[in-house]
């Protein structure tokens, strides 16, 4: 499975930014799709989780209420909407892709994208 973030960028704090994760064709492959960071200094973590079939969301506290996960099944696209940014969200972004159901675990996840930085000054 493929997966290829875009829209990352730099952004004034109280600002947005929309991600996205093209995911390839192989739909099959994929029970759920979650968005990630990687902060400076420190591990990475589980933001957001959406569940292709039903289209179940989960959401960290750290960006519950700000930052909202979909998809575009036509698109075989996962969006990560980011609103209100603060300092603390500068970090790589990757989002991940997994098969089996273990969907809210943030470790096992197989597929993953090459991130797509996002900095706010």
């Known amino acids: 499975v493929q997966l290829v973030e875009s829209g990352g960028g730099a952004v004034q704090a109280g600002g947005s930014l929309t991600l996205s994760c093209a995911a390839g064709?192989?739909?099959?492959?994929?029970?759920?799709m979650g968005w990630f960071r990687q902060r400076p200094g420190k591990d990475r973590e589980g933001l957001a989780v959406?569940?292709?079939?039903?289209?179940?969301?989960v959401y960290a506290d750290s960006v519950k209420g700000r930052f909202t996960i979909s998809q575009d099944n036509a698109k075989n696209t996962l969006y990560l909407q980011m609103n209100n940014l603060k300092q603390e969200d500068t970090a790589m972004y990757y989002c991940?892709?997994?098969?089996?159901?273990?969907?809210?675990?943030?470790?096992?996840?197989?597929?993953w994208g090459q991130g797509t930085q996002v900095t706010v000054s």
């Open positions: 959406l569940w292709i079939g039903g289209a179940t969301t």
């Open positions: 064709r192989y739909t099959y492959k994929r029970n759920c």
């Open positions: 991940a892709a997994r098969q089996d159901a273990y969907c809210y675990s943030a470790t096992g996840w197989p597929y």
